[in-house]
């Protein structure tokens, strides 16, 4: 039935290209037994041998944290810390902010403004980051991204009205669309088996940011002033050069010492034909029809929106209700984003664990059970009055919010290979939309205390994880419901039309639906529409 | 471990409790009678207009106590404690100027002036506007301070003292803060002409 001719490459239905012989792709994959056949045959574009052991698709198929080896792990600290820098450019300003205000004249109106500011920025950058990175490859994202804000962040220390901080703090706030580069980076260098952690851990340490820069630049401000001698209102102007330099830095690092792909970059295999152009039509039209996108678009605004509005108010929170000094409630503040270092990893590694038994619907209750304790927890802390408690119940919440959305993003790579990087971008957007929407609601004005409205944002955030239920893959089932008779090579496919299937576009996409049958869990029985191998030739 | 972990955060949690500074009730502001007159008024190079500049303008504040005052009230005053004070108009919409009754979380009075030791003929001190003095409208005080350093009298001005602010920017920074832009900029486009270059370069080979 099979041409001789398809030996060599694998075909529309998943049967195996010749880095696979002998492995019928029809058995259930089991963790650890990933099929090391190709690996010694594993050579990028340029022919050179990979450092970790990888699969068909050349992605690793382990996180070796301390290496920095080429070009896998390379990407991954490449990816982290410019991530991360974007966290400090944007939330650069609130440490300082009593300083600041006083500078600028600023009200409470003109402070919240520019904190909805800050994070509303990135709801486009985020969204057009997923098409940048589907289209000309995440280095380029990232770099071109890094280097394009970093001017907004030189024009911080020129602001002299509440007017030109608010708008200052927009532009800067367009960088943290490095996420949706930094995890579309990672979905493609690691397996699908370990993309859960390894999505975690690199947005985990990225997010820190937003708890180092609490620590840092009071430092910095403080030396200016001290060493220097300037006056307070010039030392926060100087102080800003920090995250400026970082960034342009930083940006030619991702510039010249990263790789888009395992095998190369786009431009490069572009030209060698391993990467066709998609069109934008198509990966956009892919991506708006998937209902799973307007889900986690939701249930991350939920999680990483939420964040993102406690980074802006839990300073001044605990400097209000427990009357604590300036410097002490920073350095509460700043715990809860240190947290990031492993809960949002954890979250990621969760979701790979349960996936290794209980398959894709593992990772779906995975996220919902994390998500909803999260929002519990948020409500039991708007309700604390004491201090000490509270600064308890902010840890536990701050390890809940943050896993899930370690968990979440274990799950988005699996939606869609065509359009994973808008899906990618829309989620992130969807983050920043939860946090625009929350502070708008709960924080901007009188009407409700602090408190109440971190209480408040609990309920919300219990409410908004329920559509979580609803999320079906038909290959591999859904919460409550369980899988049906189609295969992974269906769902995928059905993102390519018959035309663009002749054309083999295809390839890079059954070679992931290959990879992606461990998301079954363990033990499922084989559920493919042919039991028997078919003998090529017959 | 995750309870080993857990347990190591709660201990956390309690140490940075112990951290906080804990916050005793203080006099209560409207306890305090107010004994003393005081005087304030700028003194500039530059004709006045009511505005003092940052950094370029002095005060001249004078304060004595009130002739109404009985003799003997006077026992237990050690020192006065002058400080320049947010008027009602600059802490509207600042929740970190506002006002309390109790002095430990009063806010409204946050910049020092001086101190001075008390004496019956009253006393006058000149201050230079200090640099990092925000932009607001504000009035001058003065506590009358015991031998504990609580406060136990206050007088302050009727008139009311506009505060021109410094910028923080200086030509330097506006020049460097260019030049770091126009160099992330240019090295961008640098180095995406020359992948551009070497692309054309290698599929023309």
């Not at chain 1, 070796?64 to 990816?79: D, E, N, Q, W």
């Not at chain 1, 929002?375 to 902010?394: F, Y």
């Not at chain 1, 840890?395 to 988005?412: D, E, H, N, R």
């Amino acid at each position: 039935m099979a041409p001789n001719s398809d030996w060599q490459e694998g075909n529309a239905k998943g049967e195996p290209g010749s880095s696979l012989h002998g492995v019928t792709g029809r058995e259930p994959v089991f963790q650890m037994t990933m099929e090391t056949v190709g690996e010694k045959e594993a050579t990028d574009l340029k022919g050179r041998k990979f450092a970790l052991p990888v699969d068909s698709e050349h992605k690793a198929k382990t996180v070796r944290l301390y290496s920095v080896a080429a070009p896998h792990m390379r990407t991954f600290h490449l990816s982290w810390i410019a991530f991360m820098i974007c966290f400090f450019s944007t939330f650069a300003a609130p440490p300082l902010m009593p300083v600041i205000r006083d500078n600028l004249g600023l009200t409470k109106v003109d402070i919240g403004n520019a904190g909805i500011a800050s994070v509303a920025g990135a709801v486009v950058s985020r969204l057009l980051m997923g098409t940048i990175c589907d289209l000309v490859g995440p280095r380029y994202g990232c770099a071109i991204l890094m280097m394009i804000t970093a001017p907004a962040i030189f024009c911080m220390p020129l602001v002299s009205t509440p007017v030109g901080f608010i708008l200052v703090r927009f532009f800067i706030g367009f960088c943290l669309a490095t996420f949706v580069s930094c995890q579309f980076w990672m979905s493609s260098m690691f397996n699908s088996k370990i993309v859960g952690i390894a999505n975690g851990t690199a947005a985990g340490w990225g997010n820190m940011g937003g708890g180092i820069v609490q620590l840092v630049m009071p430092l910095v401000f403080d030396i200016i002033r001290r060493d220097i001698g300037s006056e307070k209102f010039t030392a926060w102007r100087i102080a800003f050069f920090v995250p400026g330099v970082l960034q342009v830095m930083m940006g030619l690092l991702v510039l010249t010492l990263g790789q888009d792909l395992p095998d190369g970059n786009y431009a490069e295999l572009k030209r060698e034909g391993e990467k066709v152009n998609d069109s934008f039509q198509k990966v956009f039209l892919y991506a708006v029809t998937n209902y799973r996108t307007y889900i986690f678009a939701l249930t991350y605004g939920y999680c990483f929106g939420v964040e993102l509005t406690v980074d802006n108010i839990i300073a001044e929170y605990f400097y209000d209700r427990f009357d604590l000094n300036l410097q002490t409630a920073g350095i509460i503040a700043s715990t809860f984003g240190l947290m990031n270092l492993f809960s949002r990893p954890l979250g990621g590694v969760l979701s790979d664990v349960v996936a290794a038994r209980w398959g894709m619907r593992g990772r779906l209750w995975n996220l919902w059970i994390i998500q909803t304790v999260g929002g519990v927890l948020c409500i039991v802390l708007g309700l604390t009055g004491q201090l000490g408690p509270a600064i308890a119940v902010m840890l536990i919440f701050s390890f809940f919010v943050q896993a899930a959305c370690g968990a979440t993003f274990g799950v988005i790579p699996f939606i869609s290979r065509r359009s994973l990087g808008i899906i990618s971008g829309a989620t992130g957007a969807g983050g920043n939309i939860g946090a625009v929407t929350t502070q708008g609601i709960f924080f901007m004005s009188s009407k409700y205390t602090t408190e109440d409205g971190i209480m408040l944002m609990g309920i919300m955030i219990v409410a908004c994880t329920l559509p979580v239920i609803f999320v079906h893959f038909p290959q591999w089932g859904s919460m409550f419901c369980p899988p049906s008779k189609a295969t992974e090579e269906d769902y995928y496919i059905s993102e390519w039309s018959k035309e663009e299937q002749s054309n083999g576009l295809h390839h890079a996409s059954m070679k992931f639906a290959e990879n992606s049958k461990s998301e079954r869990g363990r033990q499922s029985p084989p559920r493919s529409k042919e039991e028997t191998v078919v003998v090529d030739g017959v | 471990m995750a309870s080993a972990v857990i347990m190591s955060f709660l201990a956390g949690a309690l140490m940075l409790c112990a951290l906080a500074s804990s916050v005793e009730g203080g006099v209560l502001f409207s306890t305090l009678q107010k004994t003393l007159s005081v005087e304030a008024e700028i003194q500039s190079p530059v004709a006045p207009m009511g505005i003092a500049r940052a950094g370029d303008d002095h005060l001249v504040i004078s304060w004595v106590l009130q002739g109404d005052a009985a003799a003997r009230e006077d026992a237990e005053y050690e020192k006065v404690s002058l400080k320049l004070c947010y008027a009602p108009v600059s802490q509207v919409e600042r929740g970190w100027r506002k006002k309390n009754d109790d002095l430990h979380k009063d806010k409204t009075c946050t910049k020092a002036i001086a101190t001075q030791k008390y004496t019956s003929g009253g006393n006058s001190t000149v201050w230079r506007v200090a640099k990092d003095v925000p932009g607001a409208v504000y009035f001058v005080r003065a506590y009358v301070l015991n031998a504990n350093g609580t406060q136990v009298a206050y007088g302050q001005t009727s008139n009311e003292i506009t505060v021109e602010p410094i910028s923080g920017r200086h030509a330097s920074i506006d020049v460097a803060a260019a030049i770091f832009s126009a160099f992330s900029i240019g090295s961008l486009l640098f180095f995406l002409a020359l992948e551009n270059v070497r692309g054309k370069r290698s599929s023309s080979k």
